[in-house]
């Protein structure tokens, strides 16, 4: 098992900044790709940014130049530093850690409200 605990994440008006945080329990598991997701009221959950333990990223053309993931991997951590913040940003942010055996696990979501 793995356990996801987020930090960050509240109210920001549109331009502005927020720094998510993500880490991951210590566990035997070898963790292969964390990242991020996230849910707007009435839409399916998409894809924000993801990271490999080998550095490799990929991003939604949404946030292309806007948000930077990053990651500690000797401690499982996940980092997502979102600028130019705009209202389209408003969700509930969860964090993922998915193992080399392609399970996947989540954190408990942490809410970006972004007014305009």
């Known amino acids: 098992q793995v356990q996801l605990v987020e930090s960050g994440g509240g109210l920001v008006q549109a331009g502005g900044s927020l720094r998510l945080s993500c880490a991951a329990s210590?566990?035997?598991?070898?963790?292969?790709?964390m990242g991020w997701y996230r849910q707007a009221p009435g839409k399916q959950r998409e894809l924000v940014a993801i990271?490999?333990?080998?550095?490799?990223?990929n991003y939604a053309d949404s946030v292309q130049g806007r948000f930077t993931i990053s990651r500690e991997g000797a401690k499982n951590t996940v980092s997502l530093q979102m600028n130019s913040l705009k209202p389209e940003d408003t969700a509930v942010y969860y964090c993922?850690?998915?193992?080399?055996?392609?399970?996947?696990?989540w954190g408990q979501g942490t809410q970006v409200t972004v007014s305009s």
């Open positions: 990271i490999t333990r080998g550095g490799s990223t």
């Open positions: 993922n850690a998915r193992t080399t055996w392609n399970t996947d696990y």
């Open positions: 210590r566990t035997t598991f070898t963790i292969e790709t």
